[in-house]
């Protein structure tokens, strides 16, 4: 987004001191640098103002005090987004981040998740009911960011999508108005929320479904890098045609002496703990394990793991592609990835689609595809006292470009970047049409601008 008028900005921030508590309203000074800062340390850009709302009816002054002065906004929640699209270059950032709720109906199993509540935030809630929720990977991952996009995760076999346990949205829309969404009010706009992302308004809270869970049991193998071949080609048949219960992600990464390595980490969230030991012992026979690290865990120390080994701070360029499957070219993908990584820090992560994910129908949702797939999330990962940032992307291209004929078009949303504009024409499937429909219907003047839309034809 380019720069806006300093003068309008101006106005802008005289407007938003008068409407919520001015100490709220930052245009410099420390508050301003935490507001800007993000998951991904290359992101440069400068908002005008950033207003660090503590309550819903700040975002909503905010909104219209925005509109008010012409001046863009954006919304940031847990600022994990790798693209920096959370932040306004010159114009409004309405941080969210202080907001960070959530409650719990433990009899209804519902939580509700105010807009800047993390997956980490939702899962300690969750946990001393015995209680979990549907997330990410990572836990400093904004939980209504995840939500709207999509939400790969390691219990999304068992319990599809992290956007398939939404229930409700209170919404702030571009007029400034609030609304309250659900299969029975506005079902348009809750269908779009559900995978078109946070496009179409400012969530300031959700209601979201908690799954009874008595045992995760969870944790890491690891495999040398001379399996590299053998492992995968073992585990095709695991990752889409295994146990609902079971969801494994897996890919390359770099070991503590910066040498690559097969990782397989997964997670089984059925009732029986002794099929799952036996689910789980089966991936160890795949090869031989360096580490093969496999216990009871919670959902609160799995998010953490991930965060440890992923802070922020650190500067970021990810690529996405999906598969239909881990075919030989998939496989030659990863060796590549290995072979040839710049940094110690760098990743690739297979995250599947199986099992209650695939049985929610394609059009029941705005998100794309619901065929059981693999989403290849490559990640390319430096300190940022290292020069050698092309590099680093250039390696997260090539291997992207390596999937040629073995991709499907489009991608997840949640991790395409603005200019992969042929992945965003196929990203949301047969749902795109109406997608746009409901854009032009809520926001006609494009105000909120999350992941990437298709252009309209």
């Known amino acids: 987004m380019s720069p806006t008028d300093p003068e309008r900005v101006a106005r802008l921030a005289d407007t938003l001191r008068r409407t919520v508590p001015a100490e709220r309203v930052a245009t410099t000074g420390p508050d301003y640098d935490a507001g800007r800062s993000i998951w991904n340390g290359a992101v440069t850009t400068r908002p005008g103002v950033i207003v660090r709302c503590s309550d819903p009816s700040e975002a909503q002054a905010a909104v219209l005090a925005a509109r008010e002065s012409e001046v863009p906004l954006t919304v940031r929640g847990g600022g994990h987004d790798w693209a920096g699209r959370s932040l306004s270059d010159g114009g409004l950032t ?5 907001v960070r709720q959530v409650t719990v109906d433990p009899v209804a199993e519902v939580a ?10 939702v899962a300690a809630a969750a946990q001393p009911f015995g209680l979990t929720a549907v997330t990410g990977s990572a836990g400093s991952v904004g939980m209504v960011g995840l939500t709207l996009g999509g939400g790969y995760g390691p219990l999304s076999g068992r319990f599809g999508l992290a956007l398939d346990s939404l229930l409700s949205a209170d919404v702030v829309l571009a007029d400034g108005s609030v609304v309250t969404t659900d299969p029975e009010r506005e079902p348009d706009l809750f269908w779009a929320l559900r995978g078109g992302g946070g496009n179409f308004g400012l969530v300031t809270s959700m209601r979201v479904r908690l799954h009874r869970v008595p045992t995760l049991l969870s944790g890491i193998v690891l495999f040398p890098w001379n399996q590299a071949d ?20 897996s890919g390359v990464l770099a070991d503590p002496d910066g040498n690559p390595v097969v990782f397989l980490s997964p997670t089984w969230s059925g009732d029986d703990t002794a099929a799952g030991e036996r689910a789980l012992a089966r991936l160890d026979s795949l090869g031989t394990p360096l580490v093969s690290q496999i216990a009871p865990t919670t959902a609160s120390d799995m998010l953490a793991g991930i965060d440890a080994q992923f802070p922020f701070g650190r500067h970021v360029g990810i690529r996405t592609r999906s598969v239909p499957s881990l075919t030989s070219g998939v496989r030659d993908m990863l060796s590549l990835a290995g072979n040839t990584l710049t940094s110690p820090y760098s990743a690739v992560s297979v995250h599947s689609l199986h099992g209650a994910a695939t049985r929610v129908p394609v059009a029941d949702t705005a998100f794309g595809n619901r065929d059981p797939h693999l ?4 990640i390319a990962l430096w300190d940022p006292s290292d020069t050698r940032a092309a590099e680093h992307r250039s390696w997260a291209d090539k291997l992207t470009g390596a999937l040629g004929s073995d991709a499907l078009p489009g991608g997840y949303p949640n991790l395409l970047g603005r200019d992969e504009t042929a992945q965003i024409a196929h990203a949301y499937g047969p749902n795109a049409a109406r997608l746009l429909e409901v854009k032009r219907r809520f926001d006609p003047d494009n105000v909120f601008q999350a992941i990437p839309l298709p252009v309209p034809s």
């Open 94 to 98: 309405i941080d969210l981040s202080a």
């Open 230 to 249: 053998t492992v995968p080609a073992g585990l095709s048949d695991v990752l889409l045609e295994g146990p609902d219960e079971l969801t494994v992600q």
């Open 112 to 121: 509700e998740v105010s807009g800047g509540a993390t997956a980490a935030d």
């Open 375 to 378: 989403m290849i999330e490559i």
